[in-house]
């Protein structure tokens, strides 16, 4: 890893800038988004970035935090946080870091399944988060602990939220107050992979096992370490509903969720009706939860034609959809106030 590049780019992203406001709606944090500057030959971040922040103003999304999405040992479009901090920093009155989904996320899967931890692996995961807390990234992540593949060329990734390279992570999170922002789908006793996820890609294995269990171990390990349960809403299992989030907000204080809503998508049909808006279940249950939910699109802002970047549109302005339907206290806090306390954006000077 480039570690200079990360040195040069610290000083842009830790300065504050006032952002755009609106009197009828909540200004909008989306703090789960995707810049890909990379094209066949080259790479344009700086192109990328305003590219987001057009899309961006189309929605009224007034911040977004950019990070790298989980990616494997030996993936060919690696790419993390050293590519793109210097080229975007000059944005950084409307985007800001989370770092850790390519370099961190790989070096997870490096290690055993079991046993301890390689001391080297060890070291360079306190040596890479110490580096990114330099840096100015307000999290950890896109790490993941259960990530289905949906074509050949998209990874599928399973580690047990217990490992102890994530116990270590939750333990570096709370020494550096950076929460880690986790992928993972809900399994509730083990059951075999759902045919279609198997039809999409044979890399999905056949059988996939319980990982709550595992996962409320992890929130239990320090509870000062904060986990953002990224992409509530977006569920490919069928397991992670209203009740399943109640009940873990429940038991784990440090729990907190991102919201992604993507009508027309198989994973969001337990919050989509038949008429194709959101359900009122769905809406009364994130009502209900306001304090420990925030906007995270999951939107790539790709300058490369990717299905992913197809959907980039549908996805922030669906998020727009759901909070005209909350209450405006609630709208509030999960668009804006949320994001600024969990990822501490104002204590950082990133938003006034």
Avoid at 328 to 345: C, E, M, T
Wanted: one cysteine or more.
């Amino acid at each position: 890893m480039a570690m200079r590049h990360l040195a040069i780019a610290a000083i842009g992203w830790l300065s504050a800038a006032a952002l755009p406001t609106s009197a009828q709606t909540p200004p909008i944090i989306d703090t789960h988004m995707h810049v890909d500057g990379r094209l066949a030959r080259e790479t344009d971040w700086a192109r990328a970035a305003r590219l987001a922040l057009e899309r961006m103003d189309q929605v009224g999304i007034a911040f977004g935090l950019v990070l790298p999405p989980p990616q494997p040992p030996g993936f060919a479009d690696f790419w993390e946080c050293d590519e793109y901090a210097r080229p975007l920093a000059p944005y950084r009155a409307r985007l800001g870091l989370i770092c850790g989904g390519g370099s961190i996320n790989r070096l997870i899967y490096r290690t055993e399944e079991d046993g301890p931890l390689d001391p080297a692996i060890t070291a360079r995961l306190d040596e890479l988060v110490g580096v990114y807390a330099g840096l100015g990234a307000v999290a950890i992540g896109e790490l993941t602990a259960q990530h289905f593949s949906f074509e050949p060329r998209h990874p599928y990734l399973g580690r047990s939220p217990d490992h102890p390279a994530f116990l270590r992570l939750a333990d570096l999170a709370a020494r550096h107050r950076l929460p880690l922002v986790l992928h993972m789908e809900a399994v509730r006793g083990g059951f075999a992979t759902p045919q279609g996820l198997r039809r999409l890609s044979n890399l999905n294995p056949e059988r996939i096992g319980d990982n709550l269990a595992a996962f409320e171990r992890l929130l239990a390990h320090n509870r000062e370490a904060t986990i953002v349960w990224a992409h509530y809403g977006w569920d490919n299992t069928g397991q992670r509903d209203a009740g399943l989030m109640a009940e873990l907000f429940a038991r784990h204080p440090n729990l907190m969720a991102d919201l992604k809503i993507q009508p027309g998508s198989p994973a969001a049909r337990a919050i989509v009706d038949p008429g194709g808006g959101l359900r009122a279940d769905f809406v009364a249950a994130v009502e209900a939860m306001a304090e420990r939910l925030m906007i995270g699109s999951d939107a790539f802002h790709a300058l490369r034609d990717t299905p992913a970047s197809r959907q980039t549109e549908r996805l922030t302005g669906a998020t727009r959809l759901l909070l005209e339907r909350l209450s405006p206290a609630a709208a509030r806090q999960i668009a804006y106030d949320n994001a600024v306390r969990i990822y501490r954006l104002r204590e950082r000077g990133l938003v006034p």
